[in-house]
Nanobody, 123 residues
Framework: QVQLVESGGGLVQTGASLRLSCVAS????????MTWFRQAPGKEREFVAA?????????FYADSVKGRFTISRDIAENTVFLQMNSLKPEDTAVYYC???????????????WGKGTLVTVSS
């Protein structure tokens, strides 16, 4: 079992920055991919970014956040971060941390989920 706890969400204005954290505990496997998803009201959950636990240079981003968001991880702290810059109102969503050992990164491929943290970007 793996437990994931997100934090760092909040209410910010357009153009601001936030850093989300996801602390992992339990049976963390070196082969995990740590992933951020988000879900806006009335919309499906969508992929945001991912990073290999074993290789911080292997990262993936959704086109909508490339150049604005950066994913990173701190193995010593068992924590994954999502640095979000130049936030837009369309970034408003609940952001979830999830993990998988699979190669695919759809929501249905995730093994474990956190409960999410709300990010609201006002215009």
């Amino acid at each position: 079992q793996v437990q994931l706890v997100e934090s760092g969400g909040g209410l910010v204005q357009t153009g601001a920055s936030l850093r989300l954290s996801c602390v992992a505990s339990g049976a963390i496997f070196w082969g995990y991919t740590m992933t951020w998803f988000r879900q806006a009201p009335g919309k499906e959950r969508e992929f945001v970014a991912a990073i290999r636990w074993s290789d911080a240079s292997t990262k993936f981003y959704a086109d909508s956040v490339k150049g604005r968001f950066t994913i990173s991880r701190d193995i010593a702290e068992n924590t994954v971060f999502l640095q979000m810059n130049s936030l837009k109102p369309e970034d408003t969503a609940v952001y979830y941390c999830a993990t998988t050992t699979r190669a695919q990164l759809a929501p249905t491929d995730m093994h474990y989920w956190g409960k999410g943290t709300l990010v609201t970007v006002s215009s």
